[in-house]
Antibody, heavy 119, light 108 residues
Framework: EVQLVQSGAEVKKPGEPLKISCKDS????????IGWVRQMPGKGLEWMGI????????RYSPSFQGQVTISADKAIKTAFLQWNSLKASDSAMYYC????????????WGQGTMVTVSS | ETVLTQSPDFQSVTPKKKVTITCRAS??????LHWYQQKPGQSPKLVIK???QSVSGVPSRFSGSGSGTVFTLTINSLEAEDAATYYC??????????FGGGTKVEIK
C-alpha cells in the first residue's frame, strides 16, 4: 500500500526557519506530482504548490509564491516544504498529497504535520 | 483563478436521509472536479473523482454528477459514519488548483 509519511509536529518561534518532509513509500515518486495543502485551524483546504520530483518542475499558488519553498530528493523519495522565516500566521496543519497526473485528483494523502509558531 | 463555491456551508441531516452538496465553478472545469471527505482529526479522503467516477473502497451511497460549472455530491441513505466536511477540488486549471470552501455534514 502506497503511503505518504510526514514528519512530526513542530513548535517554532517567529523568525525561525523550518523544513518539513513527506516520504513516499511507493514506487512512483519520480513519476507523480506531490502537492502541499494548508489547513488553518477550523478552516478549509488551501493548495500551496506542487512538485514533479522526476525533473523538479515546481509550481506555486500565487498566494504562497515567495512565502515557501517546495523541493524534492528523488534518492530518498521525499518531498519538502520549507520556510526561511516563520510567522505566527503560518500556524496550521500541512498535508502532502499525490497526483498521478496533472489532471488527476489527490488520491493519497499524508497524515499531516502540525506547525505551531508562537513566541 | 478558478473559484469553487460550495453550498450549503452546513447541513444537519437525519440518518437514512439523502444529502446533496453543490459545487459551482467560476469557469468551466470540464469533468475535472473531485470530492473529498474529511473527518475531524483526519486527512482528507477522495470519495468521487472526475465528477461522477466512483473510488475503490468508497461506499456506493456516494455519487457525483455534473459537468462544466455545476456539480453535485449526493450521499444516499446517510449513515452516522458520514459525518464530515466535504470539499470539492478542480484540476482543470493545473497548476492553478483550487478547493471549495467545504460543507459540514452533521448527523441529527
Amino acid at each position: 500500500e502506497v503511503q505518504l509519511v510526514q514528519s512530526g509536529a513542530e513548535v517554532k518561534k517567529p523568525g525561525e526557519p523550518l523544513k518539513i518532509s513527506c516520504k513516499d513509500s511507493g514506487h512512483s515518486f519520480s513519476t507523480s506530482w506531490i502537492g502541499w495543502v494548508r489547513q488553518m485551524p477550523g478552516k478549509g483546504l488551501e493548495w500551496m504548490g506542487i512538485i514533479y520530483p522526476g525533473d523538479s518542475d515546481t509550481r506555486y499558488s500565487p498566494s504562497f509564491q515567495g512565502q515557501v519553498t517546495i523541493s524534492a530528493d528523488k534518492a530518498i523519495k521525499t518531498a519538502f516544504l520549507q520556510w526561511n522565516s516563520l510567522k505566527a500566521s503560518d500556524s496550521a496543519m500541512y498535508y502532502c498529497a499525490r497526483l498521478n497526473d496533472r489532471i488527476d485528483p489527490f488520491d493519497i494523502w499524508g497524515q499531516g504535520t502540525m506547525v505551531t509558531v508562537s513566541s | 483563478e478558478t473559484v469553487l463555491t460550495q453550498s450549503p456551508d452546513f447541513q444537519s441531516v437525519t440518518p437514512k436521509k439523502k444529502v446533496t452538496i453543490t459545487c459551482r465553478a467560476s469557469q468551466s472545469v470540464g469533468n475535472r472536479l473531485h470530492w473529498y471527505q474529511q473527518k475531524p482529526g483526519q486527512s482528507p479522503k477522495l470519495v468521487i473523482k472526475f465528477a461522477s467516477q466512483s473510488v475503490s473502497g468508497v461506499p456506493s451511497r456516494f455519487s457525483g454528477s455534473g459537468s462544466g460549472t455545476v456539480f453535485t455530491l449526493t450521499i444516499n441513505s446517510l449513515e452516522a459514519e458520514d459525518a464530515a466536511t466535504y470539499y470539492c477540488h478542480q484540476t482543470w486549471s493545473f497548476p492553478g488548483l483550487t478547493f471549495g470552501g467545504g460543507t459540514k455534514v452533521e448527523i441529527k
